[in-house]
C-alpha cells in the first residue's frame, strides 16, 4: 500500500490496540488494518487545538479554521455531520471546555502572531449550557 499524506487533521475513536495507521496513512484509508478516523478536517478548516464533549456534542476549537466544530455524537457513538460555527467572528480559536454549570468556554487566539486580534481579544467566551450550536453574542468573560 502507498502511504498516504494528505495532510489531514482527524478525530479518532479510541479502543485498546486499535491501530490508526500512523505514519503509513493520515485520515481514511479504508484498510482493514487500520481504524479510519470517524471526523477528517483540511488544515485549512481546523488545526484543532482544543476538545471538549458536552450534551451529545463534541465542539472541537479550530486555530487556523478560525471557528467551533460542533459534531453530533449519539448514545451509540456514531458520529453526524460536523457543523462549523462562530466562523470568523472571533478569529482564532485556542481551546473549549466545558463549564461546572454546563455552559461552554471558548477561548479566543489572536495575539501570538497569527491571528488579527481585535481591541479587547484574547477572549474567554461563555455560551450557555445546552448550546449544541453555539451562536454570537456571547458573554465575554475576560480579557487579556
Not at 477528517?40 to 458536552?54: C, D, I, N, R, T
Request: hydrophobic share 40%; net charge positive; charged share 20%.
Amino acid at each position: 500500500m502507498k502511504p498516504s499524506r494528505s495532510a489531514t487533521l482527524e478525530v479518532n475513536r479510541i479502543v485498546p490496540g486499535g491501530n490508526y495507521g500512523w505514519p503509513v496513512v493520515e485520515g481514511r484509508s479504508g484498510d482493514p488494518r487500520f481504524r479510519d478516523p470517524v471526523v477528517v478536517w483540511s488544515p485549512a478548516e481546523a488545526s484543532p487545538s482544543g476538545a471538549a464533549f458536552a450534551a451529545g456534542t463534541l465542539f472541537v476549537a479550530a486555530l487556523r479554521g478560525a471557528r467551533l466544530w460542533a459534531v453530533p455524537v449519539d448514545a451509540f457513538g456514531r458520529v453526524g455531520t460536523p457543523t462549523a460555527v462562530l466562523q470568523g467572528v472571533y478569529g482564532r480559536l485556542r481551546t473549549v471546555e466545558v463549564a461546572p454549570d454546563g455552559a461552554l468556554w471558548v477561548t479566543s487566539s489572536n495575539r501570538d502572531g497569527r491571528g488579527s486580534p481585535a481591541a479587547d481579544d484574547d477572549r474567554v467566551l461563555r455560551f450557555p449550557a445546552g448550546a449544541r450550536r453555539p451562536q454570537p453574542p456571547a458573554l465575554l468573560v475576560g480579557a487579556g
